[in-house]
């Protein structure tokens, strides 16, 4: 299965732009790229999904290098509510999201 | 409003008592799941189903025991809890196939679980 890498955690100021890498190095062909985030106490919500193009929607956007090797998250303007863990994650076949550490952003006012 | 909704929110068990989790969900999913986070960590599947009557394990089903009688629901079971089963539960539910579906998995809001 493929492996995802990210950091462990970023820094943001409120309304600054947020760029969340993700190293997938392994993906194959199929493989989707998604992310979900998981804010305080709550349970994980997605928000986004691609396969080879940049993707937009509400509430972010989706860039995917050349060669599929890594995406970054984007969040156009960060919020004090964006505040959360941050997954990027190939699933597996089969339907499967294994979720591992992800990226804690810290939005500052 | 149309989603997943995990029954009860928290709960605290003595060792060896026994306890079932429900998970509801209204989008008419053929998948469901359960989860299972430790404090600081991702989530980790429990069991899954992809489908009304079938159930199957995921990473860590050791210790617990799930069921699928109706679409609609999927439960998770404790027969014998022990401390090492303390965790915050989610249970989510999605479309056949998350490659093609535009909104992926819809979680529950966690069910707290202390075990003492």
């Known amino acids: 299965d493929a492996k995802t890498t990210q950091p462990n955690s970023m820094e943001s100021n409120e309304e600054e732009p947020v760029h969340l890498p993700c190293n997938h190095s392994t993906i194959s062909g199929t493989d989707y790229i998604h992310w979900y985030r998981q804010l305080p106490s709550q349970g994980p919500e997605y928000v986004i999904h691609?396969?080879?193009s940049n993707v937009n929607n509400r509430m972010a956007s989706l860039a995917i290098a050349e060669d599929r090797k890594s995406s970054t998250l984007i969040l156009h303007r960060a919020t004090l509510r964006d505040a959360a863990v941050y997954y990027c994650i190939l699933p597996k076949a089969g339907n499967m999201l294994t979720f591992g550490g992800g990226t804690r952003l810290m939005v500052k006012p | 409003n149309a989603g997943v909704t995990q029954t009860p929110k928290f709960r605290v068990l003595k060792t060896g008592q026994s306890m079932t989790l429900l998970c509801a969900q209204d989008m008419n999913h053929e998948y469901m799941y359960w989860y299972r986070q430790d404090p600081g960590m991702g989530l980790r599947l429990i069991h899954y189903s992809v489908g009304e009557g079938t159930t199957a394990k995921g990473e860590v089903p050791d210790g617990y025991n799930v069921s699928r009688l109706k679409k609609q629901n999927f439960l998770l079971g404790l027969e014998s809890a022990a401390p090492s089963q303390t965790s915050v539960y989610f249970c989510?539910?999605?479309?056949?196939?998350?490659?093609?579906?535009?909104?992926?998995?819809?979680f529950g809001s966690g069910t707290r679980l202390t075990v003492v």
């Open positions: 989510a539910s999605s479309y056949a196939w998350t490659a093609v579906a535009n909104y992926g998995y819809t």
């Open positions: 691609g396969l080879t």
